[in-house]
């Protein structure tokens, strides 16, 4: 026979699981009386959960938002935190998508209708792509659903929006300058980075902001029209960008060469490469970038003999590197100090 807590965390979970429960329907499913049921519910409802009785031939219960989230009690912001945690997960690909999924529809269901709405205002999608660089920068709740709203109203932005090259420039970052405007359509984050996918209005061209770079102004300007993303998945269209192109989800510049090494000893570190085996000591590497440059600089850090197959430009970029590494060597060397 079932404890009493276990009893009532398999009853909790039932009414967690559908909107109405006959209660003779629970009284069977968890093989206890139908007083037994009645009990159990009355201890949920010490502890701090909403549980209203339903009207009709057998009577029944449902699951309601009450005022908090009992038993554990969660200030508003560790609420949002745990929902954007548990959005995440559901396409990270560990194998805890469908779990995320149901852990985000229960706490959903007994939140505060405040913070439902909070949350309901806060959407959008998870771009599964590998970023280098430094840790990102925080990127406040507020702003986020800021700019979730606006996305889901279709309201025009208007911000303050600091570029990549003016990180270190000398200009005066508080100098005045037009703000931008753009029509939001997504608000999408990978590897940590928030981005906004949105139509840029005075370049006239889709743009790809950085969420941490964005200071909004208000208020927020007209409605619009939604356009239609390129290539029509906005997940796509971002990874796209990611790898520097403009219409496909494919690195622009693309070689293959043969590496002096095993082939589990490069799979590692071949990241979106493929790998194929030739022998103990070789094994054949396909990879891209976004230039033949950048590509011919990600391959020597294999530290090994390179053959390359193919193409004539990967030849021409390694020559490249290989005159600067020749110049800086050069240009670095410091002269013996001279012997007495």
Request: net charge neutral; charged share 25%.
């Amino acid at each position: 026979m079932a404890t009493t807590t276990t009893r009532l965390l398999n009853l909790l979970s039932l009414l967690q699981a559908r909107r109405d429960w006959p209660g003779a329907l629970l009284a069977e499913r968890l093989a206890i009386s139908h007083r037994t049921v009645r009990r159990d519910v009355d201890r949920l409802r010490e502890m701090g959960y909403s549980i209203r009785a339903t009207m009709g031939p057998d009577g029944g219960y449902r699951l309601d938002a009450g005022a908090e989230l009992p038993p554990l009690l969660f200030d508003d912001d560790q609420v949002i935190a745990l929902t954007v945690a548990l959005q995440s997960a559901t396409v990270t690909g560990a194998g805890i998508e469908e779990a995320a999924l149901r852990a985000l529809t229960t706490v959903r269901q007994v939140m505060p209708s405040r913070l439902r709405h909070r949350l309901d205002a806060l959407r959008f999608e998870v771009v599964p792509f590998r970023l280098g660089g430094t840790a990102p920068d925080a990127v406040s709740p507020e702003l986020l659903i800021a700019l979730s709203a606006a996305t889901r109203a279709r309201e025009v932005l208007r911000f303050d929006y600091l570029r990549g090259r003016e990180l270190n420039s000398r200009e005066d970052p508080a100098a005045p300058r037009p703000p931008r405007r753009v029509e939001p359509h997504h608000l999408v984050t990978s590897h940590g980075r928030w981005y906004l996918v949105a139509w840029d209005l005075d370049r006239d061209g889709w743009r790809l902001f950085r969420a941490d770079r964005i200071t909004l102004r208000t208020p927020n300007g007209p409605r619009f029209e939604p356009r239609a993303i390129p290539g029509g998945d906005v997940g796509e269209y971002v990874a796209t960008r990611f790898k520097g192109s403009e219409s496909t989800n494919a690195w622009p510049c693309r070689g293959k060469v043969i590496l002096a090494l095993p082939a589990d000893a490069v799979l590692p570190y071949a990241e979106e490469g493929l790998v194929e085996e030739l022998g103990p000591e070789r094994c054949t590497l396909e990879s891209g970038a976004w230039s033949w440059i950048a590509l011919a600089a990600s391959l020597t850090r294999f530290d090994t003999d390179i053959e390359i197959i193919a193409p004539p430009e990967l030849a021409d970029a390694f020559a490249v590197l290989a005159a600067r590494a020749a110049a800086t060597a050069t240009a670095g060397t410091v002269p013996p100090s001279p012997t007495h």
